[in-house]
């Protein structure tokens, strides 16, 4: 059970990944786009510093607590562990935070002006 967990929350991660990248292209989607950024805004900048840790993702967080129980070893952050495991090298954290955030900023600077136009 803890397996088919822990495909379903790797599943949640890349639908979101794929989709806060992409979302904001198309104007059917531009609404959901938003309304995950908002969520993504949410988790990272409100319940993050709420916790202690800002830039807090709340997909992460629950697949930590899953490889807890499977024991294995959390990585940094989700985009640290898809680097790592996509490409066999150690992720450079710093590098792929700066990438995570500045493609958040820009997809999501780009569905909220291309809504109001």
Request: glycine share 10%; proline share 6%.
């Amino acid at each position: 059970m803890l397996r088919l967990g822990n495909a379903l929350l790797h599943a949640t991660h890349l639908a979101v990944i794929c989709f806060s990248c992409v979302g904001w292209i198309w104007p059917e989607t531009r609404p959901w786009h938003l309304a995950l950024a908002a969520g993504i805004a949410v988790s990272w900048f409100v319940i993050g510093p709420l916790l202690g840790d800002p830039g807090y993702c709340v997909v992460t967080g629950a697949q930590h607590a899953l490889w807890r129980r499977l024991g294995h070893t959390e990585q940094p952050n989700y985009m640290s562990f898809l680097y790592a495991r996509l490409t066999g090298r150690p992720p450079d954290s710093a590098r792929i935070g700066r990438w995570t955030q500045g493609t958040f900023y820009a997809t999501t600077t780009l569905s909220l002006a291309l809504t109001c136009l």
